[in-house]
């Protein structure tokens, strides 16, 4: 007995090698098949129309327009890109907005601070940034970027916006970015005082003022690598001029192809205001902009000139030399006259 005992541990001792042998071998397959997934292009039809995208919809596909391709789904390129920066305020509403149409006008992938760790910047066609914000990630080698989509919104509009995101988020609400303003989640207007009233606010125009000097100083010499957007150009009447923008700065950037122009429109439609069509030729109903402001978001007049200090010291700063810029300032500006004063 002891003889084959001492005969059976070699045995047991081989068995436990091939079983972690095979275990090796077979986490290092999923992991190729893992790869494979997240960097292959879909098959042979990259692009889709809109029909087959409308199931369980109410539309038909006479409601679609004639050409609107939109991809099946994004993925990371197999070949290298030069990946543009997306850098937004954080809560502001339209980074989401901005990534998911150049995820439609080229079917690559974007990439932000939550997949970042798993996805490949470099072959990506975004990557989501609010740096230098507080817990922004920071890439610390972007020489193969392509550049930067600044996109800038009302210092006031994207407070609020942010506050009444962080509200959401604190008492477990869904935000709709896409929704019109008035089917916006609003944090209450007693929550908006306490929260105007103490540091916050005139912490966040700091840190508005400090995000815009950021990425204007990143590209003074290479005015070029940067587009500006703005959140109320972009999601107003004339948005579909903003998009065709993204369109053609995407297409300049290596190893990026964008969709047929003739499709930018219904994207807009799509991605922007949740729909499929415009109003059959009519001027397009669509609000100049998602404003956030209403009379239950009131300033104090202290306020309203702390926010056109800093509007004005950003427009001394970069507006000489900058004049689309400037009438961006500008315009933000002026519409602090429309605020709600208490």
């Known amino acids: 007995m002891m003889t084959n005992q001492a005969a059976a541990k070699p045995m047991t001792s081989k068995r436990v090698v091939v079983l972690q042998v095979a275990a090796a071998l077979a986490l290092s397959a999923y992991c190729l098949l893992h790869y494979a997934w997240l960097t292959e292009s879909p098959p042979e039809q990259k692009w889709t129309d809109s029909a087959s995208l409308i199931r369980g ?65 470099d072959h990506s066609v975004l990557f989501e940034s609010h740096y230098p914000l507080d817990g922004a990630i920071k890439v610390e080698d972007d020489a193969n970027f392509r550049g930067a989509i ?24 869904l935000i709709d970015l896409r929704a019109p303003a008035e ?35 990143k590209y003074k010499k290479n005015r070029e690598d940067l587009l500006l957007i703005t959140y109320e150009g972009l999601t107003g009447r004339r948005g579909e001029i903003f998009t065709k923008q993204i369109a053609n700065y995407l297409d300049k950037s290596e190893g990026i192809n964008v969709i047929d122009p003739d499709s930018i429109p219904c994207i807009w439609e799509k991605f922007v205001h949740d729909k499929w069509y415009p109003n059959n030729g009519d001027e397009s109903t669509a609000t100049i902009s998602f404003q956030e402001r209403a009379d239950d978001r009131p300033l104090t007049q202290d306020q309203l000139r702390v926010v056109s200090r800093m509007l004005q010291s950003l427009d001394e700063r970069f507006g000489r030399r900058d004049e689309q810029f400037s009438t961006i300032m500008n315009s933000y500006m002026n519409s602090l006259y429309d605020s709600a004063i208490v």
Request: charged share 20%.
């Open 183 to 217: 089917e916006q989640f609003r944090a209450p207007a007693e929550d908006w005082i306490r929260y105007r009233d103490s540091a916050q606010f005139a912490a966040q125009v700091k840190l508005y003022e400090k995000f815009v000097i950021h990425w204007m100083n």
């Open 150 to 173: 600044l996109l800038l919104r009302n210092p006031i509009d994207a407070i609020i916006s942010s506050f009444d995101a962080f509200f959401a988020l604190q008492y477990h609400y």
């Open 57 to 121: 919809r109410s539309l038909s596909a006479v409601d679609l327009p004639p050409r609107c391709f939109i991809p099946r789904e994004y993925r990371l390129s197999k070949q290298p890109t030069s990946p543009t920066y997306l850098a937004s305020f954080h809560g502001g509403g339209g980074g989401k907005v901005v990534s998911n149409l150049a995820q439609a006008l080229t079917g690559i992938a974007a990439t932000n601070q939550v997949n970042y760790a798993r996805r490949r910047i």
